[in-house]
């Protein structure tokens, strides 16, 4: 499902007609499953904490949805009706067919979750061989503490096998319930791509298995004299040096809660004076990370936390125009 927030990315790009068009078929959000052939299709599904999964009996017999641990229990589906289940903690839950037994499946359900999606800025997307596209990539945080999140790309090739990644990102820092929107992505299409239909998919989770959301868009290979690409290459989502970030962010610090340390990811907009400081929850200064010029962009800084004891700690960032600060658990 979009969330509020995503629905106003949309609404600002104006392509809300065509969303309905690109939405992709699994969302971290509500899941569904498909009871067909005496099986749950998917056998796994990942959700993050407060969504539904809703099994649909495709087959010509009852089945249920039951619980291995009496979480819940469906009942009987008769063919063509379906059963919708919340899930409101985090966990594993495997479940099974009280009539089939052997029918199995397992619902894991997490407390942070990310959302992923593409939109091609001209749709429908028809390139050369040899030409290149490009898109708006947008990432999402639906949990309220900063996470890292792995963001890969692959491509469903015209006789639908998978190639790639063509790019992988890997621990991905995001703050609380933000948006990362990067547009102008530009993918190179190679001379030698087989002319067809392909589908660009995007992935955000656990790399490789683990995936909490796709987001994906058909684009279509013609011929033509372009001739200039040799591989499929593409320009980075997540590359510090391409993106001058706008204003002073802190991104978050990974991991949190820590033992004993911790990795502190902010942006700068500018060359400049900048500090970044510990503070423990008495307002007193545990240690300085950074102190003097810094340019701009994103920053990654260190705190090793071996000499201080566990508890709640602030780090705050501070530029000649803004402060910002950030909670952060040390837990020995
Ligand atoms: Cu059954």
Redesign the pocket.
């Known amino acids: 499902m979009f969330s509020r927030s995503k629905w106003r990315v949309f609404y600002a790009i104006g392509l809300v007609v065509t969303v309905a068009l690109l939405a992709p078929s699994s969302y971290a959000g509500n899941v569904d499953v498909a009871?067909q052939n005496?099986s749950f299709v998917p056998e796994d599904v990942t959700i993050g904490v407060g969504d539904e999964v809703r099994w649909e009996n495709f087959d010509g017999?009852?089945?249920?949805s039951t619980s291995d641990d009496g979480v819940w229990d469906s009942g009987v589906i008769p063919p063509g009706e379906r059963f919708e289940f919340q899930f409101n903690t985090a966990g594993e839950y495997p479940y099974h067919?009280s009539?089939?037994p052997m029918?199995t499946g397992n619902v894991t359900v997490l407390q942070c979750v990310c959302e992923v999606d593409m939109i091609p800025d001209n749709p429908p997307v028809q390139v050369p061989q040899g030409g290149s596209f490009s898109y708006t990539g947008i990432l999402e945080n639906e949990c309220n503490q900063p996470m890292m999140y792995d963001v890969w790309v692959m491509i469903r090739l015209p006789d639908s096998s998978l190639f790639g990644p063509v790019q992988l990102f890997q621990n991905v820092p995001i703050g609380g319930n933000q948006i990362i929107t990067v547009p102008n992505i530009v993918q190179n299409v190679p001379n030698f791509a087989p002319l067809g239909s392909y589908r660009y998919i995007a992935y955000c989770g656990d790399y490789p298995d683990d995936f909490h959301d796709t987001g994906s868009f058909q684009f279509t290979v013609v011929s033509g004299l372009n001739g200039k690409n040799d591989e499929w290459s593409l320009s980075s989502w997540f590359d510090d040096t391409e993106e001058i970030p706008s204003e002073a962010n802190i991104l978050g610090n990974y991991p949190n809660p820590f033992n004993a340390q911790t990795n502190i990811t902010f942006d700068v907009p500018s060359t400049g004076k900048a500090k970044l400081e510990i503070y423990n929850l008495l307002g007193q200064k545990v240690s300085t990370l950074h102190e003097g010029n810094l340019d701009a962009g994103r920053h990654t800084v260190s705190w090793d936390a071996e000499n201080v004891s566990s508890g709640v700690y602030f780090y705050r960032l501070s530029t000649d125009d803004v402060t910002i600060t950030r909670k952060m658990n040390l837990v020995k």
């Open positions: 009871i005496f017999v009852n089945h249920t067919c009539i089939h029918m």
